[in-house]
């Protein structure tokens, strides 16, 4: 029989992690979480991880697997994420993936893009121009050699930048056309489910999802990473915020605001990638349990 992935898309906090325990809770399966920051056992409330509650609903997978201080990237997440599916589907017909990071999605999904060897200097230059010009003038540069990278890759991570920069000028190729050639198959089909909302919606459930991680104690989660706050997994945003906080830079209304502002950012970027997939089927965030399942029913039957 043919096995399903079931991949549940969209923006932060519009609802993925409930939609995936009703459908796992339905199909009696497991839940694989293709949320990069999540990963990270010492980042529970700023990453906005599933409650005990709702680990305790249903089998997942890739929660808090890992360390701040471990080396754990896209290409090791595929590995790993693959080998536990060939393991599942030998049980289970259907398998669920859930989490807004699209680069990690598509890596279970489509696998990852093949890139040339490049030559190690051009990193070492661009790690240079970080630290003495800053992010934003590698983000202009990117801008011009790949507009499309620019606005779909998250360019407020540095090292995506400079990955993307790497390749664009050792190649002298857009880093963006490397991107979705033709990859290994995969041994299961995906159907994609995507949550959406109209943006004003979205933006408040952000506002208000901020508001209540504060509350929760983001404050005390973040001052007790103060002594990692250079290491990559915390470079990421509800983290950078607060550390500027912490360090004396800003305020602590001006710090959450930023916080707000940066999700919502994120959210754009995410909705940007995960709408260049003409595949995903989208419903409304309110949207009945029953029409998703019809919908996937009928793709499955």
């Avoid at 360019?155 to 993307?164: G, K, L, S, T, Y």
């Amino acid at each position: 029989m043919t096995k399903f992935l079931i991949s549940i898309v969209g923006p932060t906090a519009i609802g993925k992690t409930a939609l995936s325990i009703k459908l796992a809770q339905h199909f009696n399966t497991d839940i694989i979480s293709a949320d990069s920051r999540q990963f990270f056992k010492e980042m529970q409330i700023g990453t906005a991880a599933p409650s005990k509650e709702e680990l305790a609903a249903a089998k997942h997978h890739f929660i808090h697997h890992k360390s701040i201080q471990d080396n754990y990237n896209v290409g090791a997440f595929e590995r790993d994420a693959i080998t536990l599916l060939n393991k599942l589907f030998k049980e289970q017909n259907i398998v669920i993936m859930v989490g807004g990071s699209g680069l990690y999605v598509d890596a279970v999904t489509k696998g990852l893009d093949d890139f040339p060897d490049l030559d190690a200097s051009i990193r070492e230059k661009l790690n240079l121009e970080l630290e003495t010009k800053g992010l934003p003038y590698l983000q202009e540069q990117l801008k011009q050699l790949d507009k499309e990278a620019y606005n779909t890759i998250a360019i407020d991570n540095p090292h995506r930048v400079i990955r993307a920069l790497e390749v664009s000028i050792g190649t002298g190729q857009p880093y963006s056309s490397f991107l979705n050639k033709s990859k290994g198959k995969r041994n299961f089909k995906t159907i994609s489910v995507g949550l959406t909302a109209d943006r004003d919606i979205i933006y408040n459930r952000i506002n208000q999802r901020v508001d209540l991680m504060v509350k929760e104690g983001l404050l005390d989660e973040v001052e007790n990473l103060l002594p990692y706050q250079n290491l990559n997994a915390l470079n990421t945003v509800g983290y950078k915020e607060l550390f500027n906080y912490f360090n004396g830079a800003w305020d602590l209304d001006f710090a959450i605001s930023e916080i707000k502002k940066n999700t919502r950012r994120f959210a754009k970027r995410q909705l940007t990638w995960f709408r260049k997939n003409e595949s995903i089927f989208w419903f409304d965030y309110t949207v009945n349990i029953q029409t998703v399942l019809d919908r996937l029913e009928s793709r499955i039957q």
